[in-house]
Nanobody
Framework: QVQLVESGGGLVQAGGSLRLSCAASESIFSIGVMGWYRQAPGKQRDLVATMTTGGSTNYADSVKGRFTISRDNAKNTVYLQMNNLKPEDTAVYYC????????????WGQGTQVTVSS
């Protein structure tokens, strides 16, 4: 079973920056698509950003131009650089891995809290 461990969350003022990291227990290249999702209190878990092994990215409209996803396959780590943070970015952020072969396997981290104060 793949394990994903997030780190880097915390409390930051609006306009500040944070970088989240997600360390995987096995090769993220072999996993495939890696991404970040977030869940605010009382809301559903939503996509933030994804990145394929080829480097193609997809972002939620609300974070475009402010967040950047990247991956280091050699370190089996995925990052989310978050700039110009807003109070509405406050949520638990989850790392996600999606492996597609004969069937699709989805992996989740335990989440890391990001709180943006106004």
């Amino acid at each position: 079973q793949v394990q994903l461990v997030e780190s880097g969350g915390g409390l930051v003022q609006a306009g500040g920056s944070l970088r989240l990291s997600c360390a995987a227990s096995e090769s993220i290249f072999s996993i495939g698509v890696m991404g970040w999702y977030r869940q605010a209190p009382g809301k559903q878990r939503d996509l933030v950003a994804t990145m394929t092994t080829g480097g193609s990215t997809n972002y939620a409209d609300s974070v475009k131009g402010r967040f950047t996803i990247s991956r280091d396959n050699a370190k089996n780590t995925v990052y989310l650089q978050m700039n110009n943070l807003k109070p509405e970015d406050t949520a638990v952020y989850y790392c996600n891995g999606r492996r597609t072969s004969v069937r699709t396997y989805v992996y989740w981290g335990q989440g890391t809290q990001v709180t943006v104060s106004s």
